[in-house]
């Protein structure tokens, strides 16, 4: 019998139109986006559906990613009665994977994300900060090269072959010269509207615990795997500290995604928008079944895939 978790892709993953026709072909997909309009005072499905600017602001993104996500994971449920025996999610994604393993509500993780976002984004002034994607090379050699230079830091382990890094804008530079002097592939600067999970939005995970002050949270019914440990969150009462740090700590992927295939998880479903964690999980071990669930047609190929 296969373990399976869901798992569920963080901000840089939206585009317009996403979830759309989950919303207009399930009631259970509706709903959520329609509460979500409620909660917010805004329209959901414009914002989703729509090619608009705002869906690449992070305030809007965070939410809108959330929304959708959580919406196809209902939907799969209910078609299907496949759960999962654990979750996890990259970054943003660790919010949805919480709505999967019952520990917080889709309310509050909706609209938890869009106080998040905002904090983020208002964080750090523009032009500050910045981020760059370090290929083909090893993140125990990246971590070396950086370790002298103040101000950067590994923001992603992704997967072997693709780390993040982030910081102040002049350090992130110095940093890019120095990889590509000892041997980096390529470093690319990222569009990103500031320096996320970099020690320079401390004070926004500081705010945002004071937003988490005012959530309920279920002990996890499953286990979900934190980003800042890469390992299982068992207890409700360690949630919001390890939330609060998530915002300004490194996301530990490939080393959630190994605790997890160490756990005996052969499977994972990425839920939401693209394909970006299933092309992590062929570099991370090529062995392991990954599929993923972004159109309404595609619950019927996992289902099958599955065997259910």
């Known amino acids: 019998m296969s373990k399976i978790a869901f798992i569920f892709p963080g901000q840089g993953a939206q585009a317009a139109g996403m979830g759309q026709d989950f919303y207009e072909q399930t009631e259970t997909g509706k709903a959520i986006f329609d509460k979500a309009s409620e909660i917010l005072g805004f329209s959901m499905p414009e914002l989703c559906f729509e090619k608009n600017d705002r869906l690449d602001i992070t305030e809007y993104t965070q939410p809108a990613m959330v929304t959708a996500s959580i919406a196809m994971m209902k939907v799969f449920i209910e078609?299907?009665?496949?759960?999962?025996d654990a979750a996890a999610g990259l970054s943003l994604g660790e919010y949805p994977a919480m709505v999967a393993a019952g520990v917080m509500s889709p309310e509050d993780a909706i609209r938890?994300?869009?106080?998040?976002?905002?904090?983020?984004?208002?964080?750090?002034p523009a032009g500050l900060g910045s981020m760059a994607a370090v290929l083909a090379?090893?993140?125990?050699e990246i971590e070396k090269v950086i370790a002298p230079i103040e101000g950067v830091q590994i923001a992603n382990y992704n997967c072997p072959g693709q780390v993040v890094i982030s910081g102040k804008k002049e350090a992130v530079a110095e940093a890019a010269d120095r990889l590509k002097e000892a041997g980096a592939k390529r470093v690319l600067?990222?569009?990103v509207s500031g320096p996320f999970h970099s020690a320079m939005l401390t004070e926004a995970g500081e705010k945002l615990y004071e937003v988490l002050e005012d959530v309920t949270l279920s002990e996890p019914a499953v286990p979900y795997v934190a980003n800042v440990t890469a390992d299982y969150v068992t207890k409700k009462e360690d949630v919001k500290p390890l939330l609060k740090s998530q915002v300004s700590s490194s996301v530990r992927w490939e080393q959630s995604i190994r605790r997890?295939?160490?756990d005996g998880i052969d499977t994972?479903?990425?839920i939401g928008p693209g394909k970006t964690l299933t092309g992590f999980m062929k570099k991370i071990d090529k062995n392991a079944k990954a599929m993923n669930i972004e159109k309404l047609e595609d619950i019927e190929k996992?289902?099958?895939a599955l065997g259910c």
Do not use: H, N, Y
């Open 137 to 140: 090379m090893d993140a125990s």
């Open 189 to 191: 600067p990222l569009k």
């Open 268 to 270: 994972f479903i990425e």
């Open 112 to 124: 938890t994300v869009r106080q998040r976002g905002i904090l983020m984004q208002e964080a750090v």
């Open 302 to 304: 996992v289902k099958e």
């Open 260 to 262: 997890m295939l160490a």
């Open 79 to 84: 078609r299907t009665g496949v759960r999962p």
